[in-house]
C-alpha cells in the first residue's frame, strides 16, 4: 500500500478507524504506546478535512468505552479473570498495586491521574473494577484523565504536524 493509498483509504474512513484505534488503545491491545498513536492521529487530523475538535471528543468517548470493557470485566470477573487474561506476572502485578495504591489514595482523583501516566493509564480500569469502584464514579474520573491525556497528544500532533512531516 502506497502512502497516497493510504491516505485516499483515511479520508473515507478516518474518524471509523480513529474511533477503532482508541477503543483498542484503551483496551491496551495495538501495544502501541499511545505517546505515538495519539499524536499520529493528530497527523493524521490536520492532513485532512476532519474536524479537530470532533476528534478529541469521539477520542474520550471511545477511550472511555475501552476501558469501559476492561472495568467490566475485572468488576464482574474479580481476580479469576485477571489472571487468566494477564498471568501471574511480577511486573504486571506492581503496576496493578501502584494504581490500587493510587486509587486508594486520591479515590476518583487517583484514578484521573493514573490516567495521565504512561502504562498505568490504560491498566487502571483493572483494580478500580477489582476495587468494585462505583461506575459513576470510574466514568467521570476516567473521563476527566482521558480528557487531558488524548486532548495533550492529539492537539501536539495536530499543530506540530507541520515541523513532523518536515523531518521526513
Known amino acids: 500500500m502506497t502512502a497516497d493509498q ?21 483496551m491496551n491491545l495495538p501495544g502501541f504506546p499511545a505517546g505515538i498513536i495519539m499524536p499520529c492521529i493528530g497527523v493524521l487530523i490536520a492532513q ?9 471528543v469521539l477520542s474520550i468517548v471511545f477511550g472511555l468505552l475501552g ?3 476492561i472495568y467490566g470485566l475485572c ?5 479469576p479473570i485477571m489472571h487468566k487474561l494477564f498471568g501471574r506476572s511480577e511486573k504486571f502485578m506492581s503496576f496493578v498495586d501502584r494504581c490500587h495504591y493510587y486509587i486508594g489514595l486520591q ?15 490504560t491498566i487502571v480500569s483493572i483494580p478500580a473494577g477489582l476495587l468494585r469502584m462505583p461506575v459513576k464514579w470510574f466514568i467521570g474520573w476516567s ?24 523531518l521526513f
Do not use: D
Open 107 to 121: 479515590h476518583g482523583r487517583g484514578l484521573a491521574l493514573c490516567r495521565v501516566i504512561p502504562v498505568l493509564r
Open 143 to 166: 473521563a476527566l484523565g482521558i480528557a487531558v491525556w488524548n486532548t495533550a497528544l492529539i492537539s501536539f500532533g495536530y499543530f506540530f504536524s507541520a515541523k513532523f512531516l518536515a
Open 6 to 26: 493510504f491516505f485516499a483509504l483515511f479520508h473515507q474512513y478516518g474518524l471509523l478507524l480513529i474511533c477503532a484505534v482508541i477503543f483498542f488503545e484503551y
Open 48 to 56: 485532512s478535512e476532519l474536524s479537530l475538535l470532533l476528534t478529541l
Open 75 to 79: 468488576y464482574m470477573g474479580g481476580e
Open 67 to 69: 476501558s469501559l470493557v
